[in-house]
Every structure is written in structure tokens, then in C-alpha cells.
């Protein structure tokens, strides 16, 4: 891995093998423009639970923020590796755009530092309609100045392994 982050390798099977591997920069944009992901959890009877939400990539990193009651925490306490995607492709077909897997293990973050400069990330991505304040050890929105709300626990998710497909390479591996 060099300093501007790891080096694509394309997959023959899957796709070009003369073809050039978009740079890991290309991939960290795409990964930081992105308005919406899904994020891939399992149950603790081994089903997959999947589901859409927002998120920001921070300092190498996927951040998202849930609920304390909602599925995928409770599927997060009994395993943490996660899939989390998103993509460009659309109805335009394979080589139009690139999609993104990103594999990693959700860590939740406490630190009010930490915590303080995600919502900082949020706020500059998404403007007010994602505006979070840091109370204890997670979010709530800032609406929220009565404290109702039971607030939202953040993760943060360092990949592991990165799949880039479509964009005239076909597959793409990125590995930390």
C-alpha cells in the first residue's frame, strides 16, 4: 500500500486484465460523494439483514450512525463484519459507472473528539437535515433540544477489502 492509499488489482475472471485499475484516490472520492449506501449486517441466525442509510467517509474510514433499538445493532452485538455498498452504475449498464463493496468490522465510536468531528462530516455533507450534536457517548439530532430522543450510536468501519466493479475494468480488488 502506498502513501495515497492501496493498489487496485483486476480479477481476469471478471473482467480486463490490460485494463488500468482506477487509483485508490479515484475510489476514496467516490466512497466520500456518495448520498446513499447500504449497509450489509447478519443476524444471529445467520440471515442477512440489509438496509439503506447515510454515512460519511472520514479520515479513511465509513462512519454510520444507528439507533439503539434497531436491527442492525442488535445483529452488530453478535457480529461485527459488515458489507457496505453503494454505486453510480444505474440504468446505464456496466461500464457506465463503478459500484463499491467495501468490507470492514463496525467499531463504535465514543470518543466526544472523535464523535464531534463525524458530526462536523455530516453536517458539511448533508446540511441540516443530518445535524447531530455529540451527547454522551453518540449522537442526537440537533433538533432535539429537549433531549428526547434515545439519540444514535456511531460506527466506524476501516476496510479491509475494497471491490470496485463496472467502469470498463470489470473487477477490481483494493486490500489493507
Not at 468490507?103 to 465510536?109: D, H, L, M, N
Request: charged share 20%; hydrophobic share 35%; proline share 6%.
Amino acid at each position: 500500500m502506498s502513501e495515497a492509499g492501496p493498489t487496485g488489482v483486476i480479477d481476469p475472471r471478471y473482467g480486463d486484465a490490460t485494463a488500468t485499475a482506477p487509483p485508490w484516490t479515484d475510489i476514496e472520492r467516490r466512497l466520500s460523494d456518495a448520498g446513499l449506501y447500504w449497509i450489509v449486517t447478519v443476524r444471529t441466525d445467520g440471515r442477512p439483514h440489509a438496509v439503506p442509510l447515510v454515512g460519511v467517509w472520514h479520515d479513511g474510514a465509513f462512519a454510520f450512525c444507528t439507533g439503539p433499538h434497531e436491527q442492525k445493532l442488535r445483529n452488530l452485538d453478535g457480529n461485527p463484519h459488515v458489507a457496505v455498498t453503494t454505486g453510480s452504475t444505474g440504468s446505464g449498464g456496466w461500464d457506465s459507472g463503478v459500484e463499491l463493496v467495501l468490507e470492514g468490522e463496525a467499531v463504535r465510536v465514543t470518543e466526544p473528539e472523535a464523535l464531534q468531528s463525524l458530526a462536523d462530516a455530516w453536517l458539511a455533507k448533508y446540511g441540516d437535515d443530518w445535524a447531530f450534536d455529540v451527547r454522551g457517548e453518540g449522537f442526537v439530532e440537533r433538533s432535539d433540544t429537549g433531549g428526547g430522543s434515545e439519540g444514535a450510536w456511531v460506527y466506524r468501519v476501516a476496510p479491509t477489502k475494497v471491490l470496485a466493479f463496472g467502469g470498463g475494468h470489470g473487477q477490481t480488488a483494493y486490500r489493507f
